[in-house]
């Protein structure tokens, strides 16, 4: 047995680290034909052939070593041998040998740093999470201080669902090594998933001031897009995917992206043209299919969104973003057994998951609940469920709306309990005195209830009470048919303080001088609410205050005809605006004063964002409310004032392309524009509509 002289091993050596792998592969084969059985000849040979980064390389050094084996048994020890093999088989992606392989090294040298981090990135890869992060942890016990090692971990612990032991992780990596740019990115994305952009926008923004070259990838840019989008500074964001589709334009996720951010825009066609890229680049883009869904949505075309949904559905149909978005769509159309049913979908995307009550309690649905006939209410077929929570799961807009479901439950042999917005229990409380209602943030003993509820899931139970004879009257009940119902769930369900909202009334009257008293009791009191701050929608829902009240004031927009047509005494008549708008709006009320004369009355003393109970009153004041898509229209509605509500093309489903339908407001009006985007020409309907009101009123 002969040995391969020291000298040209060392030959080998400096060869393979002046970054000539293919060379040192020549050089080591050569070796290898003379002296056949020297390890270390075959241990440069194996390492040569890793480095080349060939994939016939990666398959020939498992030959050269199984083959070296054979004829040499000893060579089965030999640490590096094995290392090598596990490597070239985990690059030809036959993980589960390759971590056979390693398990290998690591029995001779438990010691072996590279064996048992490469391991743990292949259990990180097979999803083995608490694998991955044991042999990463021995890792940090051999190597302190590695920054490879605190970023895998901190991934680790990201799919552990741990992110912000993940970002400490991310720190300590760049910590040890301030341009390690994995950690950074991986740091951005954490962020990003933890709804916070802000940060995640600097992180993106820091790492590429340290490697300008960063700037030119088009993954960065995707980053720092989506971080924008969740800003909401959809403008830059167009920008940044618009670079990264430039950097690769055959990835259809950017496309997808650009999409989004131009359909939130406004910019429909641009957006129906990404999207359909996107589809070309990749036909079986499930989640594209979705979103085309909402574009046609939005543009008033319900039967395709259908379509594009089900084919999203079709495609993935564990997609719960296109089961909620074709449950919206059906319930909008009135379709409400099938659209309840997708509704559930809900609690499976990102934006409803979080807001899931975290508890054990088994989940009240109404399959489990009966009627005792003796008396006509309900209770649960498990005798042991007396006390039931059902608890609020979106904004304020939705508890009012939801709300009005707990009706349902009144007569019931169930103890309810339920979690709601506490601006709002004051005046729950006062609709519903025998029911409890809790203050969402207040500290709940969920031991004590033996069921919950979700309030959006109630909504669903009509449908089932409406089969119950002894309930409704009737074998089963149609939308055309809700009308006869003895519960009458479109009526309102809340109230206000008709004395405060008569003094309320006077006060906002009195405020204009030089009016005779006769005259101000002819004056009609109208509040306005014109914009949504819904980081996603609101811009599509809101209307200028001074087009709104441009063209509903018939001194503003016809004046002519008001004078042509109109007796002394309605000329007299005088509209008294009054602000319902629960954010800070001084600047454009006063605006409008200055630009038309025209006076928006901002009542003082009233905190309308807070203040619930107050803004009902307020809104009991007015002779008519006239609102976007928000939560005034909602309280408004279910105070039982007379409120006209002005829609996009597609909105919210609760407010009814059926107008009498249960799910809808007795007195609530909607005007719905007829084009996306075109608020004048609703605007002509409803100011036409509304010089009509001023005269019969």
């Given at each position: 047995?002969?040995?391969?002289?020291?000298?040209?091993?060392?030959?080998?050596?400096?060869?393979?680290?002046?970054?000539?792998?293919?060379?040192?592969v020549?050089?080591?084969?050569?070796?290898?034909?003379?002296?056949?059985?020297?390890?270390?000849?075959?241990?440069?040979?194996?390492?040569?052939?890793?480095?080349?980064?060939?994939?016939?390389?990666?398959?020939?050094?498992?030959?050269?070593?199984?083959?070296?084996?054979?004829?040499?048994?000893?060579?089965?020890?030999?640490?590096?041998?094995?290392?090598?093999?596990?490597?070239?088989l985990?690059?030809?992606?036959?993980?589960?040998?390759?971590?056979?392989?390693?398990?290998?090294?690591?029995?001779?040298?438990?010691?072996?740093?590279?064996?048992?981090?490469?391991?743990?990135?292949?259990?990180?890869?097979?999803?083995?999470?608490?694998?991955a992060?044991?042999?990463f942890?021995?890792?940090?016990?051999?190597?302190?201080?590695?920054?490879?090692?605190?970023?895998?971990?901190?991934?680790?612990?990201?799919?552990?669902?741990?992110?912000?032991?993940?970002?400490a992780?991310f720190?300590?990596?760049?910590?040890?090594?301030?341009?390690?740019?994995?950690?950074?990115?991986?740091?951005?994305w954490t962020?990003?998933?933890?709804?916070?952009?802000?940060?995640?926008?600097?992180?993106?923004?820091?790492?590429?001031?340290?490697?300008p070259?960063?700037?030119?990838?088009?993954?960065v840019?995707?980053?720092?897009?989506?971080?924008?989008?969740?800003?909401?500074?959809?403008?830059?964001?167009?920008?940044?995917f618009?670079?990264a589709?430039?950097?690769?334009?055959?990835?259809?996720?950017?496309?997808?992206?650009?999409?989004?951010?131009?359909?939130?825009?406004?910019?429909?066609?641009?957006?129906?043209?990404?999207?359909?890229?996107?589809?070309?680049?990749?036909?079986?883009?499930?989640?594209?299919?979705?979103?085309?869904?909402?574009?046609?949505?939005?543009?008033?075309?319900?039967?395709?969104?259908?379509?594009?949904?089900?084919?999203?559905?079709?495609?993935?149909?564990?997609?719960?973003?296109?089961?909620?978005?074709?449950?919206?769509?059906?319930?909008g159309?009135?379709?409400?057994?099938?659209?309840?049913?997708e509704?559930?979908?809900?609690?499976?995307?990102?934006?409803?998951?979080?807001?899931?009550l975290?508890?054990?309690?088994?989940?009240?649905?109404?399959?489990?609940?009966?009627?005792?006939?003796?008396n006509?209410?309900?209770?649960?077929?498990?005798?042991?469920?007396?006390?039931?929570?059902?608890?609020?799961?979106?904004?304020?807009?939705?508890?009012v709306?939801?709300?009005?479901f707990?009706?349902?439950?009144?007569?019931?042999?169930?103890?309810?309990?339920?979690?709601?917005?506490?601006?709002?229990?004051?005046?729950?409380?006062?609709a519903?005195?025998?029911i409890?209602?809790i203050?969402?943030g207040?500290?709940?003993?969920?031991?004590?209830?033996?069921a919950?509820?979700?309030?959006?899931?109630?909504?669903?139970?009509?449908?089932?009470?409406g089969?119950?004879s002894?309930?409704?009257?009737?074998?089963?009940?149609?939308?055309?048919?809700?009308?006869?119902?003895?519960?009458?769930?479109?009526?309102?369900?809340l109230?206000?303080?008709?004395?405060?909202?008569?003094?309320?009334?006077?006060?906002?009257?009195?405020?204009?001088?030089?009016?005779?008293t006769?005259?101000?009791?002819?004056?009609?009191?109208?509040?306005?609410?014109?914009?949504?701050?819904?980081?996603?929608?609101?811009?599509?829902?809101?209307?200028?205050?001074?087009?709104?009240?441009?063209?509903?004031?018939?001194?503003?927009s016809?004046?002519?005809?008001?004078?042509?047509?109109?007796?002394?005494?309605?000329?007299?008549?005088?509209?008294?605006?009054?602000?319902?708008?629960y954010?800070?709006?001084?600047?454009?009320?006063?605006?409008?004063?200055?630009?038309?004369?025209t006076?928006?009355?901002?009542?003082?003393?009233?905190?309308?964002?807070?203040?619930?109970?107050?803004?009902?009153?307020?809104?009991?004041?007015?002779?008519?409310?006239?609102?976007?898509?928000?939560?005034?229209?909602?309280?408004?509605a279910?105070?039982?004032?007379?409120?006209?509500?002005?829609?996009?093309?597609?909105?919210?489903?609760?407010?009814?392309?059926?107008?009498?339908?249960?799910?809808?407001?007795?007195?609530?009006?909607?005007?719905?524009?007829?084009?996306?985007?075109?608020?004048?020409?609703?605007?002509?309907r409803?100011?036409?509509?509304?010089?009509?009101?001023?005269?019969?009123?």
């Open positions: 047995m002969t040995a391969a002289p020291a000298h040209l091993l060392l030959k080998g050596e400096k060869i393979l680290e002046s970054g000539e792998a293919l060379a040192a020549e050089f080591y084969k050569d070796l290898t034909q003379k002296f056949p059985d020297d390890l270390s000849v075959f241990e440069g040979f194996s390492k040569a052939l890793c480095l080349s980064e060939e994939t016939s390389n990666f398959a020939l050094v498992t030959k050269t070593i199984d083959s070296l084996i054979s004829r040499i048994p000893s060579a089965a020890r030999s640490t590096q041998l094995q290392f090598y093999k596990a490597f070239s985990e690059r030809c992606g036959k993980l589960l040998e390759a971590l056979k392989n390693y398990e290998i090294c690591i029995f001779f040298n438990p010691a072996y740093f590279e064996a048992l981090f490469n391991q743990g990135n292949i259990y990180l890869e097979l999803g083995k999470y608490t694998q992060l044991a042999r942890e021995l890792c940090s016990q051999l190597k302190p201080h590695d920054p490879e090692v605190f970023n895998n971990s901190g991934v680790v612990f990201d799919k552990l669902g741990s992110p912000l032991s993940a970002i992780l720190n300590q990596a760049i910590e040890v090594d301030e341009h390690f740019t994995k950690a950074y990115l991986n740091k951005a962020l990003l998933g933890l709804d916070e952009a802000g940060q995640a926008l600097e992180v993106f923004h820091s790492l590429v001031l340290k490697n070259v960063l700037a030119s990838t088009s993954d840019n995707k980053g720092i897009g989506l971080a924008q989008v969740h800003l909401n500074r959809l403008e830059e964001a167009a920008a940044s618009t670079k589709v430039s950097l690769d334009p055959k990835n259809p996720e950017h496309f997808a992206n650009r999409g989004n951010v131009f359909k939130r825009l406004g910019l429909l066609e641009k957006a129906f043209d990404d999207f359909n890229v996107a589809l070309t680049l990749k036909n079986d883009y499930a989640l594209v299919y979705s979103n085309l869904g909402n574009l046609f949505k939005d543009l008033g075309d319900p039967a395709k969104a259908l379509l594009n949904f089900s084919k999203a559905i079709e495609l993935e149909p564990m997609l719960a973003q296109a089961h909620l978005n074709k449950a919206l769509l059906l319930l159309q009135s379709e409400f057994a099938a659209g309840f049913e509704y559930e979908w809900r609690w499976a995307t990102k934006e409803y998951a979080h807001q899931y975290q508890t054990d309690l088994p989940l009240l649905k109404f399959s489990d609940l009966v009627l005792n006939q003796k006509d209410s309900l209770k649960a077929k498990n005798a042991s469920w007396k006390k039931v929570i059902l608890w609020n799961e979106q904004g304020l807009g939705d508890d709306y939801f709300s009005r707990i009706g349902l439950l009144q007569k019931s042999e169930l103890e309810l309990y339920v979690r709601v917005d506490p601006r709002l229990c004051k005046l729950l409380s006062k519903w005195p025998s409890k209602f203050p969402e207040q500290q709940i003993e969920l031991g004590k209830f033996d919950h509820i979700p309030i959006g899931s109630l909504a669903c139970y009509p449908l089932w009470l089969s119950k002894c309930v409704w009257g009737k074998d089963s009940v149609s939308d055309s048919e809700s009308k006869d119902m003895p519960i009458k769930l479109s009526r309102s369900y109230g206000f303080d008709t004395e405060e909202a008569q003094i309320l009334k006077k006060s906002i009257l009195n405020q204009i001088k030089g009016v005779s006769a005259d101000r009791q002819r004056d009609l009191v109208v509040g306005l609410s014109w914009l949504s701050t819904h980081p996603i929608t609101g811009s599509i829902r809101s209307i200028a205050l001074k087009q709104l009240v441009k063209q509903l004031d018939p001194q503003l016809q004046p002519e005809v008001l004078e042509a047509n109109l007796d002394t005494s309605v000329k007299l008549r005088n509209i008294r605006w009054v602000s319902l708008q954010s800070n709006v001084t600047e454009e009320i006063d605006s409008l004063a200055k630009d038309c004369s006076v928006v009355t901002e009542v003082q003393g009233i905190d309308l964002q807070e203040d619930i109970s107050s803004l009902a009153n307020l809104m009991g004041s007015c002779d008519l409310v006239i609102s976007i898509d928000n939560t005034t229209a909602h309280l408004s279910a105070l039982g004032v007379e409120t006209w509500v002005l829609l996009p093309t597609a909105s919210d489903w609760r407010w009814q392309v059926v107008t009498d339908s249960i799910y809808g407001y007795e007195t609530a009006k909607v005007y719905r524009q007829l084009k996306f985007g075109d608020w004048e020409e609703l605007l002509n409803v100011s036409k509509d509304f010089r009509a009101f001023t005269v019969s009123h």
